[in-house]
């Protein structure tokens, strides 16, 4: 069997889930090495305890890996949303970003600006269909624009913006901030054309909650003041009394105070798995299961919202129903577990979905079309 083979093969859960792209279940490695983790912090000895503390170094080394940078730029935070707080609070001028993207980018420039009295303010753009392009953001370009937050792949619609083509509009002047939540480690692209990226463990990487990174690239060092530095984030190499020490002058500045360790160790394997799979190969798995999807609906004459395009999406379908409500409880009573929200139902499947949980959903989806045929 591959490593790719093997990968797969972990995915132990029940048939019916599409929903990674809300939170992906933990792997069986993540759950193994969590109880190992714990059983060495049950101990209190500390030489299991500086074994656990590993963790942190592994999961910068691996995601720095992943991305193309050093691991002393790579952070460990609580969140992806705390990693674009850092990123976003620290910068003084206009930040380009969708009014329709995930909170954690809109209402953090939003909040970043209260903070600062200002001095981060926020660009807002509404292009079509939440589509971060590089036309778009070129259109909102002025001196007074500093950097351009972005999702990588949008949660709603599963657009996957062009990191290179927003470099390339943005100019090498501005920093580009990028929230790779629903990309990293499904995607192979190059990130090296942003100067930070954030994402999470919890959905892609089956890593649980907790477990997110902020990368800082060294030019996004140079100007992001590290407004929001906590006792981990200075000079300082350990406890600090009657002395307060300015920030690091590394990526350490954005950082509060310890990490849990034991999230540590789950994002650590999370990425060491999909490295270790093969991205490429993940990623070209998921979009065959995404043709799969999106052939389904087709099919069953359900409007998709998502682009078609390999290239233009990662895992996510957004299905634009006529009765949004009726099929997101059929496909409930099914044992299909997706996200209804508002007029979409999102689904997502992952390079592990197999051929069950797709053939659950074709036979959900043939039932809802008869059952409207039925009662018109
Ligand atoms: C694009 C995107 N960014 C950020 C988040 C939130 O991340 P966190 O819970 O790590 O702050 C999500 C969660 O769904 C998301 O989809």
Known sequence: MSTFEGYVATFDNEPGYLNWAAFGPLSPSVRAEVFADADLL?????????LVAERVGQAQQIIAGMLGGDADDVTVQPSSTQGLMHALYGLTGAVIASTAEFPSVSLTVERAATATDHAVRPRWITPDDGRVTAGAVVDALDDEVVALAVSHVDFRTGYRADLAALRDAIGPDRLLIVDAVQSFGVVDVDYT?????????????????GSAFAWFAPRARER????????????????????????????????????????????????????DAGIAAI??????????????A?????????????????????????????????????????????????????????????????????????????SA
């Open 298 to 374: 087709d099919r069953h004459g359900i409007a998709v919202r998502s682009p078609r395009e390999r290239s233009q999406r990662a895992g996510i379908v957004a299905l634009a129903p006529e009765e949004p409500a009726r099929l997101a409880a059929a496909l409930a009573n099914a044992g299909l577990v997706v996200t209804a929200r508002g007029a979409s139902v999102r689904i997502s499947p992952h390079a592990g979905t197999d051929a069950e949980t797709l053939q659950l959903l074709d036979d959900a989806l043939q039932a809802f079309g008869n059952e409207t045929f039925i």
């Open 283 to 296: 990623e070209e798995r998921l979009a065959d299961n995404v043709d799969a999807v999106i052939e389904i």
């Open 224 to 275: 992001i003041s590290p407004l929001l530095s906590g006792i981990t984030g200075t000079t300082a190499s350990g406890l600090f009394v009657d002395e307060l020490p300015a920030p690091a002058a590394g990526a350490r500045a954005y950082t509060v105070s310890q990490p849990d360790t034991l999230a540590a160790g789950r994002l650590a394997i999370g990425a060491r798995d999909v490295r």
């Open 193 to 209: 054309p942003a100067d930070v990226v954030v994402g999470h463990g919890y959905k892609w990487l089956r890593a649980g909650r």
């Open 42 to 50: 049950g101990s209190g000895r500390p030489s299991s305890l500086s």
